[in-house]
Each structure stands twice: as C-alpha cells, then as structure tokens.
C-alpha cells in the first residue's frame, strides 16, 4: 500500500518558519518528481513547489526565496522548509508524487498573530 504521509504543520506568528516533511511507503521517490501544493479554504489547489528526481527546483513567485524544497532518496522522504511566513500561507498543504501520481492527507499550516 503506497502512502505519503505530510507532517510538521501547525500554527505559527507571521515571520516565522516551518518544516514540513512528506514521508513515502510502499514506493520509493528516486525516480519521482516530488511537489508541494496548498489549498486555502475555498480555494482551488495550487502548485507551491516542485524538486526533479535529478534535484531542479521549481517554485512559484509567491514563494521564491522564502520556501525551501529538498529531497533525500536514501529515507524517502521529501521537505518544504518555510521561512518568513504571511498570513496568506495558511493552507492545507499537500504532498504529490507527481509521477506516480500519489497524494498525501496533507498537513494545516496556519500564519495568524
């Protein structure tokens, strides 16, 4: 049974930071391009980052230079650190084995004083 199972979200004061993890069983990534996508409530769900299995990044102009995506094959396992976080960050957000075409449960990320 494939899983990707997000961790690491919570709440947290504008300015500060978070390290969210994706965790992937049953499957391993190396080959896989791995992304980081959020859905805010009422909205749809949107691209936030992306890694290649060879290491590119991608990410989307809101979050460049403030979000960080990395990925270690060998533990399966994908990250989104997030830095200087704005209120308008808060969201679900979800893993995406894109070429497999999985998907995590997703993990909240709330940006509120």
């Known amino acids: 049974q494939v899983q990707l199972v997000e961790s690491g979200g919570g709440e947290v004061q504008p300015g500060g930071s978070l390290r969210l993890s994706c965790a992937a069983s049953?499957?391993?990534?190396?080959?896989?391009?791995m992304r980081w996508y959020r859905q805010a409530a009422g909205k749809q769900r949107d691209l936030v980052a992306s890694?290649?299995?060879?290491?590119?990044?991608f990410y989307v102009v809101s979050v460049k230079g403030r979000f960080t995506i990395t990925r270690d094959n060998a533990k399966n396992t994908v990250w989104l650190q997030m830095n200087s976080l704005k209120p308008e960050d808060t969201a679900v957000y979800f893993c995406?084995?894109?070429?497999?075409?999985?998907w995590g449960q997703g993990t909240q990320v709330t940006v509120s004083s």
């Open positions: 890694i290649s299995s060879g290491g590119i990044t």
């Open positions: 995406k084995d894109h070429t497999k075409g999985y």
């Open positions: 049953g499957t391993g990534i190396s080959a896989s391009t």
